[in-house]
């Protein structure tokens, strides 16, 4: 059964066509700093956005019209197979990405819910057999049931513990099934509310000792992806203990994890945590966990996880920018964790937002690359910074300067003499770039 009948493979036409559905600057196969576009972008279908996602929202029920939205149970599951397929044939996406509740129900009890599972697991596999998409990531949807209010990996209830482990476990076994190159821990309700009833240190350690669960149990199967724990500032609980990237690297590097994890970060998260995506990036990409990238932008007149599809052409730049800069992401990719407004909800409209963030992506890759061709960003820093190449500064820099020797050159140095940092300037040039 088709549920895009009414759409066509999307083919790349150009900037000048007119054709909405159509990419504009997305070529798979142009070569852009040395690589394919498909290879530099890896693009990746959020499964939850794009197929169980309704449109609901605090105040409204669903609005989306969907083909298989008269299914329910395994039968919903398994039409919705069906569509993702479709849906990846017709974009030319390679990749997809789900939690484990995204694909099949939960049952009466987790023997059950493990049997839809394998289910589902197993038309995926055959799916991806004949078409040859693949597994970007999995990840398990422990905040969702009302199990884990008081957290998975976090809770205070010891029973809530061992279920989170259980499915954790479960989620590495179909992982391994289905061939996923990336592994993600996404802490959903793994934060607190208030420190008046929260022990905070057994939490960490309890998280930690889950961790490294996964790793012994991953070794154990032969399950060789990548692990990668996606930072959240807020959004369920009031404070998230995987805030940003910097609490992320200190929790990894204290608990004895940094080896064995990098990082999968989310634009939209980086803005409620108060930093831009590219500051995320860098960050990542200085402590070599630069992993893989979720794909969409918040809306900064509201105060909360937006995930519209990602748009701004200045943001897409810069976010490409730190990945050539990082040497690409690897076995990582581009998902898009980002749902069409609620408004939006015709069928076609899942594929007019790809459209618009694949476009938008490509246009930031082919401008970032030609930024860092020219070192049109590096001889503004080159410049700024030159003062630590020479002189006092290249003790500094060599680990030869002394508070001794620091107190001897001020004492003898003249008036000491500023230089502008151009940021106006520097700003000015990314837009002629972005001009074309």
Same mark, same amino acid.
Not at 63 to 82: C, H, P, Q, W
Not at 345 to 370: N, W
């Given at each position: 059964?088709?549920?895009?009948?009414?759409?066509?493979?999307?083919?790349?036409?150009?900037?000048?066509? #007119?054709?909405?559905?159509?990419?504009?600057?997305?070529?798979?196969?142009?070569?852009?700093?040395? #690589?394919?576009?498909?290879?530099?972008?890896?693009?990746?279908?959020?499964?939850?956005?794009?197929?169980?996602?309704?449109?609901?929202? /605090?105040?409204?029920?669903?609005?989306?019209?969907?083909?298989?939205?008269?299914?329910?149970?395994?039968?919903?599951?398994?039409?919705?197979?069906?569509?993702?397929?479709?849906?990846?044939?017709?974009?030319?996406?390679?990749?997809?990405?789900?939690?484990?509740?995204?694909?099949?129900?939960?049952?009466?009890?987790?023997?059950?819910?493990?049997?839809?599972?394998?289910?589902?697991?197993?038309?995926?596999?055959?799916?991806?057999?004949?078409?040859?998409?693949?597994?970007?990531?999995?990840?398990?949807?422990?905040?969702?049931?009302?199990?884990?209010? &008081?957290?998975?990996?976090?809770?205070?209830?010891?029973?809530?513990?061992?279920?989170?482990?259980?499915?954790?476990?479960?989620?590495?076994?179909?992982?391994?099934?289905?061939?996923?190159?990336?592994?993600?821990?996404?802490?959903?309700?793994?934060?607190?509310?208030?420190?008046?009833?929260? %022990?905070?240190?057994?939490?960490?350690?309890?998280?930690?000792?889950?961790?490294?669960?996964?790793?012994?149990?991953?070794?154990?199967?032969?399950? %060789?992806?990548?692990?990668?724990?996606?930072?959240? /500032?807020?959004?369920?609980?009031?404070?998230?203990?995987?805030?940003?990237?910097?609490?992320?690297?200190?929790?990894?590097?204290?608990?004895?994890?940094?080896?064995?994890?990098?990082?999968?970060?989310?634009?939209?998260?980086?803005?409620?945590?108060? &930093?831009?995506?590219?500051?995320?990036? #860098?960050?990542?990409?200085?402590?070599?966990?630069?992993?893989?990238? !979720?794909?969409?932008?918040? %809306?900064?007149?509201?105060?909360?996880?937006?995930?519209?599809?990602?748009?701004?052409?200045?943001?897409?730049?810069?976010?490409?920018?730190?990945?050539?800069?990082?040497?690409?992401?690897?076995?990582?990719?581009?998902?898009? !964790?980002?749902?069409?407004?609620?408004?939006?909800?015709? /069928?076609? %409209?899942?594929?007019?937002?790809?459209?618009?963030?694949?476009?938008?992506?490509?246009?930031?890759?082919?401008?970032?690359?030609?930024?860092?061709?020219?070192?049109?960003?590096?001889?503004?820093?080159?410049?700024?910074?030159?003062?630590?190449?020479?002189?006092?500064?290249?003790?500094?820099?060599?680990?030869?300067?002394?508070?001794?020797?620091?107190?001897?050159?001020?004492?003898?140095?003249?008036?000491?003499?500023?230089?502008?940092?151009?940021?106006?300037?520097?700003?000015?040039?990314?837009?002629?770039?972005?001009?074309?």
């Amino acid at each position: 059964m088709a549920y895009f009948e009414n759409v066509n493979k999307i083919q790349f036409e150009g900037k000048d066509s #007119r054709n909405p559905l159509a990419y504009k600057h997305y070529n798979a196969e142009e070569v852009v700093a040395g #690589r394919t576009m498909d290879e530099h972008l890896r693009f990746a279908m959020a499964y939850w956005h794009t197929l169980t996602g309704g449109g609901s929202d /605090p105040f409204g029920a669903d609005t989306a019209i969907r083909g298989y939205s008269k299914f329910n149970g395994m039968d919903l599951a398994k039409a919705r197979v069906e569509a993702a397929f479709e849906f990846l044939e017709k974009t030319g996406i390679s990749y997809y990405c789900f939690h484990d509740r995204d694909i099949a129900p939960e049952g009466a009890n987790l023997k059950e819910t493990n049997a839809n599972l394998d289910v589902i697991v197993a038309m995926l596999k055959n799916y991806m057999k004949t078409s040859g998409k693949k597994l970007l990531w999995n990840t398990a949807n422990m905040f969702t049931n009302p199990r884990f209010v &008081h957290g998975a990996g976090t809770t205070s209830n010891a029973e809530v513990y061992a279920y989170a482990g259980a499915q954790l476990k479960k989620g590495l076994e179909v992982g391994k099934e289905l061939g996923a190159e990336n592994y993600v821990f996404w802490g959903g309700r793994e934060g607190y509310e208030t420190l008046l009833n929260t %022990d905070m240190k057994l939490e960490l350690d309890n998280l930690a000792r889950l961790y490294h669960m996964a790793i012994d149990y991953s070794k154990e199967i032969g399950f %060789d992806a990548q692990f990668l724990i996606e930072p959240k /500032p807020k959004e369920p609980t009031k404070h998230q203990y995987d805030f940003d990237t910097a609490t992320c690297v200190a929790f990894l590097q204290t608990y004895g994890l940094k080896d064995h994890f990098k990082l999968n970060l989310e634009a939209n998260h980086a803005t409620l945590a108060g &930093h831009t995506f590219e500051h995320e990036l #860098r960050v990542a990409s200085m402590h070599g966990m630069l992993g893989s990238l !979720d794909a969409n932008q918040g %809306d900064l007149l509201l105060g909360w996880d937006t995930d519209e599809f990602p748009t701004d052409l200045y943001a897409t730049t810069m976010t490409m920018y730190e990945v050539l800069k990082n040497g690409g992401i690897g076995r990582g990719g581009i998902n898009f !964790d980002a749902k069409i407004r609620r408004a939006s909800f015709e /069928p076609v %409209d899942l594929f007019y937002a790809h459209i618009a963030g694949m476009d938008a992506y490509a246009k930031g890759l082919k401008v970032a690359a030609k930024l860092i061709e020219d070192r049109a960003l590096d001889t503004f820093i080159d410049e700024r910074y030159s003062s630590f190449k020479e002189g006092i500064g290249a003790d500094i820099v060599a680990g030869k300067a002394t508070l001794h020797t620091l107190e001897k050159h001020a004492l003898n140095q003249g008036e000491i003499r500023n230089v502008s940092g151009r940021q106006e300037l520097i700003k000015s040039v990314v837009n002629q770039y972005l001009f074309g």
